[in-house]
């Protein structure tokens, strides 16, 4: 092991905050010796402020219409090739009532940035879905205004979902047109003064990012403080303007998902689709280095392949009893438990919920 690499893993060990350059080390560490040394440890802080248990999270996709043009993912406005869907109210009743039967804590109502819906509907739709189960219920519909997280809270949401994406400014507006960081930051921090607890999150690989810009996400992840990441790796879509850059590198995700695992040990952090699309073993590898949630797709079968963030996303042919099944048993096979519980963030403030 390298002196430097060394030294950040002792400190990161003792659970006293890491500096930048820290973070620097640990997410250079070297294939091998270093990279399971971070791995473990990554795995042993999630085991002592989280424990064994895998939350599961039923992802229902139910718009693919979006307003924005991101360059890296397949629903943009631009992408005229897809089939534009959104699912009627009553079919997004009776995937709930499926989750409801399979025991899901959590439902995650996830979209294009679609204004079809207006703060009300969207707020119509959650109540809706809560009313199934003893769910907790995730939006994750994009930016949207003050009075709309209001209406949607005030529903009986309990959770957004909202990466940032990449820390770097200028990166996301050059990757999402028309958009700022600072306006992404504001939505993120309107979501925490209405009491959501908030994900955020950002892409591994992006094209123009660096080894800094992901320390400056990790820095990020932490001054928000946010409930949960998702931390995934950039996958090409061919039908966007980054269709022929190279997919996020595996080892690099991995690395990223157990730094942020060390810098906020109490955060729930998936094992990503994305990562589960990149490498056949790619979730049970994020299980391995800090993840302890994972989002399963519970879409009805004839919406999924028209949600292609990016393609052959893992699950997109499968039917949702497969998906679950699948998921389920890959939790046991890696020695964890599938939690039975809604999985809220174990922080003092939502120990209520
Ligand atoms: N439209 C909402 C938004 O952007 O916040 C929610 C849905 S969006 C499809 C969910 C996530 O997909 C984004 O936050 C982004 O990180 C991820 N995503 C989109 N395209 C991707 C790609 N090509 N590779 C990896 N992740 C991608
Ligand atoms: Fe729309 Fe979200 Fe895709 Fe951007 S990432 S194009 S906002 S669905």
């Known amino acids: 092991m390298g002196e430097k690499f060394a030294a950040a893993l002792a400190r990161a060990a003792t659970g006293n905050e890491i500096t930048k350059q820290q973070i620097i080390d640990l997410l250079s560490a070297l294939p091998g010796e270093e990279e399971n040394k971070l791995f473990q440890l990554a795995d042993q802080v999630r085991q002592k402020y989280l424990g064994n248990e895998v939350h599961l999270r039923g992802i229902i996709e139910f718009s693919n219409f979006c307003r924005n043009d991101c360059f890296y993912c397949g629903l943009r406005r631009s992408n005229k090739q897809i089939q534009r869907y959104r699912i009627p109210i009553e079919e997004i009743i009776e995937t709930a009532k499926y989750a409801a039967e399979l025991g899901y804590g959590t439902i995650v109502l996830q979209s294009g940035e679609d204004l079809h819906y207006s703060g009300q509907e969207l707020a119509e739709i959650i109540r809706q879905v809560k009313k199934v189960g003893g769910f907790a219920i995730t939006a994750c519909v994009g930016e949207r205004t003050w009075e709309d997280y209001t209406l949607m809270k005030e529903a009986g949401a309990d959770r957004y979902l909202l990466k940032h994406e990449t820390a770097d400014p200028i990166l996301f507006s050059q990757l999402r047109p028309e958009t700022t960081l600072k306006e992404r930051i504001k939505g993120i921090q309107w979501l925490k003064e209405l009491g959501y607890q908030v994900g955020s999150g950002n892409i591994v690989g992006l094209p123009g990012q660096t080894i800094e810009t992901l320390v400056e996400d990790i820095l990020l992840l932490r001054d928000l403080d946010v409930e949960m990441a998702g931390i995934g790796p950039f996958i090409p879509h061919h039908q966007t303007p980054l269709g022929n850059n190279s997919p996020g590198d595996l080892s ?13 040990p109490q955060t729930h952090l998936p094992a990503t689709t994305a990562v589960g ?11 391995a280095s800090g993840a302890n949630v994972i989002m399963p797709n519970l879409s009805p079968v004839s919406y999924r392949e028209k949600y292609q963030i990016y393609p052959d996303k893992a699950g997109s042919r499968e039917k949702p009893t497969e998906s679950h099944a699948k998921i389920t048993s890959l939790i046991k096979e890696v020695g964890r438990s599938v939690s039975t519980g809604r999985g809220d963030s174990p922080k003092d403030k939502f120990k209520t919920c």
């Not at 690099?252 to 906020?264: E, G, P, Q, S």
């Not at 699309?277 to 299980?287: C, F, S, V």
Request: no cysteine; proline share 4%; aromatic share 0%.
């Open 277 to 287: 699309t990149l490498h056949p073993e790619g979730r049970k590898l994020a299980l």
């Open 252 to 264: 690099l995700t991995l690395k990223t998902l157990a730094v942020t695992r060390l810098v906020l």
